[in-house]
Structures are given as structure tokens and as C-alpha cells.
């Protein structure tokens, strides 16, 4: 329950900066429309909420997880700074080890 709700606060937080264009000179700054932008943080309050329901959780997982790896993507091709590649990394980590634990339980 902890580690879904340190997820939540994490995906929280990138989309509210996402829906809010906080940071959109990013995303232009790496050749992203702001549509996609804003589609990223739609698609991670979504997955978000998969995550929270029963049954559902490992597809929701998958959709976070599938954010982080294009979000990994770019910051590595972008040259971004190694904290930001550390913690995307770090929460990829988070969102696997809730999978296994949704598996097992």
C-alpha cells in the first residue's frame, strides 16, 4: 500500500506539471508537440487510477511502465542531467516491484 501510494504521489506530481504546461519549454526544447505532452499526462493519471483498481492493477503498471520508458528514452538521447535518468530509473524499479507484488498477492 505504501509503495502504491509513493507511485501516486510521483505520477501525481509529473502530471500536474504535464496538464499545467509547467514543463512544456521541455518538451519543445526535445521536438514534442504539446499535445503530446499533454496526452502523456492524461495517459498517467489513467494508468494511475488502473493501478488503484482491483484486477486491474498489472495493466496499469504496464502503462506507467511504459511511460517511463519513453520518458528514459528521451532523457538519456536528450543528454538530460543524471539525477533526472536516476530517478526515472528508480521509479521504474517502484512500479516493477508493485507488479510482483500484485502478482503474488
Do not use: N
Amino acid at each position: 500500500m505504501i509503495l502504491r501510494i509513493l507511485i501516486s504521489l510521483i505520477f501525481v506530481g509529473t502530471a500536474t506539471l504535464k496538464l499545467t504546461g509547467r514543463v512544456a519549454p521541455d518538451w519543445k526544447r526535445w521536438g514534442y508537440p504539446r499535445v503530446f505532452m499533454y496526452a502523456t499526462g492524461v495517459a498517467e493519471l489513467a494508468a494511475l487510477a488502473l493501478l488503484w483498481s482491483p484486477g486491474l492493477e498489472l495493466l496499469g503498471a504496464a502503462g506507467l511502465g511504459l511511460v517511463l520508458l519513453g520518458a528514459l528514452a528521451t532523457l538519456i538521447k536528450q543528454h538530460e542531467g543524471r539525477s533526472h535518468v536516476v530517478f526515472t530509473a528508480l521509479t521504474l524499479l517502484l512500479v516493477i516491484v508493485q507488479s510482483y507484488r500484485s502478482l503474488v498477492s
